[in-house]
């Protein structure tokens, strides 16, 4: 499964984004799909995740700014970002996890896509 992600770019601080992942093939039905970034200097973090029962899943720091959503007839997750900090600058990557377990969790997902830079300036 390969999956390609894009949307991402350079917007204002409050300024939105909406970024998109398309995967390949569906071959299985995946447990969660879920978004992660990492800022430079620091590690890759959870942001926020999408499961097979369309339960949602949000980092503390995204709640209520950023929805994920998906659409199972394009194989294709989204994340709409709101009211976008200069904080929330980092590649975005999204995965799929076949198998049950925590979605905040990085090493629960199979496969991962190349990532997608978000700028916001201040």
């Known amino acids: 499964v390969q999956l390609q992600a894009s949307g991402g770019g350079l917007v204002q601080a409050g300024g939105s984004l909406r970024l998109s992942c398309a995967a390949s093939?569906?071959?299985?039905?995946?447990?969660?799909m879920g978004w992660f970034r990492q800022a430079p200097g620091k590690e890759r973090e959870f942001v926020a995740a999408?499961?097979?029962?369309?339960?949602?899943y949000y980092a503390d720091s995204v709640k209520g700014r950023f929805t994920t959503s998906r659409d199972n007839a394009k194989n294709t997750v989204y994340l709409q970002m709101n009211s976008l900090k200069p904080e929330d600058t980092a590649v975005y990557y999204c995965?799929?996890?076949?198998?049950?377990?925590?979605?905040?969790?990085?090493?629960?997902?199979?496969?991962w896509g190349q990532g997608t830079q978000v700028t916001v300036s201040s």
């Open positions: 995965a799929v996890a076949k198998r049950w377990g925590v979605v905040t969790i990085e090493s629960l997902y199979d496969y």
């Open positions: 999408i499961n097979w029962n369309d339960n949602t």
């Open positions: 093939e569906r071959t299985f039905t995946p447990y969660a």
